[in-house]
């Protein structure tokens, strides 16, 4: 399948590098190729330029935003959340509309530092604002309640612990568990919310995961619903 992922941090590039190596088709989107690839310090977070990080990941293209729009049948959005807005403005909603856009990121606002607050919450989600700004692309919230390396290899976390999806096109929620299972998440760990409503309280839950991590001193972990 034709994917585009859009976002050059550690989400983007796990996303992208576990898609490639499934078979698919895989491009990241990036605001301007040409002073991402020039960049050579490691990012905020430690991770290397992106250009070391392609050399080894040569199958996966980086092109602009908008050809990554272009390009994929499904569009990852792996942006900071305060901005997924603007950077699929910039993919193109003509380029969105039809498309499954499988939205992995969070409304974090780090302005009073750790643990963030969030932009948008309670009444309303970044999955929702981002379904009304592109109301002819099909958005599913998925993924975004764990670390990268664990979305993506859900394997690493011992026992069976969950994965939410939300959205209101049931094809485009099926495309979505779909990549899930290649994933390595098994149908029963994947616990579908309904609408895309339900992407508040995957969003807000962040609120107690970051303090979670700040306790563990680890973002290794992840939700595992246990019922009767
Ligand atoms: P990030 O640092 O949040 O985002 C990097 C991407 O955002 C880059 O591609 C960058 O573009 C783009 N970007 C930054 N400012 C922009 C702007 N003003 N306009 C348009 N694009 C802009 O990356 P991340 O740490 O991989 O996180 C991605 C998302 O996943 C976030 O929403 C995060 O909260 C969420 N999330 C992360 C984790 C995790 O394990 N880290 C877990 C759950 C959810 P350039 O390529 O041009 O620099």
């Given at each position: ?46 991770n ?61 606002d ?34 975004n ?35 899930l ?48």
């Amino acid at each position: 399948m034709k994917i585009a992922v859009l976002g050059t941090g550690m989400v983007g590039r796990a996303i992208a590098d576990r898609l490639s190596t499934l078979g698919h088709d895989v491009v990241i989107g990036t605001r301007d190729v040409q002073e991402t690839l020039a960049r050579t310090e490691p990012d905020w977070l430690g991770n290397v330029p992106f250009a070391q990080w392609q050399q080894a990941h040569p199958a996966v293209r980086l092109v602009s935003f908008s050809d990554a729009g272009a390009h994929g049948e499904v569009v990852v959005n792996a942006t900071p959340g305060t901005v997924s807005v603007a950077a699929l403005e910039a993919a193109g909603a003509a380029n969105l509309a039809g498309k499954v856009i499988l939205d992995v990121a969070l409304p974090l606002d780090m302005s009073e530092g750790m643990p963030p607050l969030l932009a948008v919450a309670n009444t309303d989600s970044l999955g929702e604002q981002i379904q009304r700004a592109f109301p002819e692309a099909r958005v599913v919230k998925s993924l975004n309640t764990m670390l990268a390396d664990t979305m993506v290899d859900p394997s690493r976390i011992p026992g069976q612990h969950n994965v939410f999806v939300a959205g209101e096109d049931a094809d485009a929620k099926a495309t979505v568990k779909s990549l899930l299972s290649e994933f390595g998440w098994p149908d029963e760990a994947i616990i579908d919310l309904g609408g895309i409503r339900g992407a508040r309280g995957t969003e807000m839950y962040s609120r107690l995961l970051f303090t979670v991590s700040a306790e563990l001193g680890t973002y290794d972990f992840n939700l595992a619903i246990v019922r009767k």
